[in-house]
């Protein structure tokens, strides 16, 4: 059973910084990519970064250069290092990968940022 669980969120001032985790567990980690999704209140989740199983990675435009994606294939943990946060990088954060052509989520971590 594909389970991600997303942790390491919370209230931020802007500028400031946070790093997300995403454990997973029934399924061999190191083969595929892994993604992470926000979700703003009223909009669609929008994809922020990805990474290969080759490390292999791509950003959003509105986070490159301040977001780093990474993964730890003996810990089947990914990474998302959040840099000089902004308050529209306000979200819920989830985690993503595709297995068997189903896609599977976690429950998501809040991440505020706000003075």
């Known amino acids: 059973q594909v389970q991600l669980v997303e942790s390491g969120g919370g209230l931020v001032q802007p500028g400031g910084s946070l790093r997300l985790s995403c454990a997973a567990s029934?399924?061999?980690?190191?083969?595929?990519?892994m993604r992470w999704y926000r979700q703003a209140p009223g909009k669609e989740r929008e994809l922020v970064a990805t990474?290969?199983?080759?490390?292999?990675?791509t950003y959003a435009d509105s986070v490159k250069g301040r977001f780093t994606i990474s993964r730890d294939n003996a810990k089947n943990t990914v990474y998302l290092q959040m840099n000089s946060l902004k308050p529209e990088d306000t979200a819920v954060y989830y985690c993503?990968?595709?297995?068997w052509g189903v896609g599977y989520w976690g429950q998501g971590t809040q991440v505020t940022v706000s003075s």
């Open positions: 990474i290969t199983s080759t490390g292999g990675i």
């Open positions: 993503n990968t595709v297995k």
């Open positions: 029934g399924f061999t980690f190191s083969i595929g990519a």
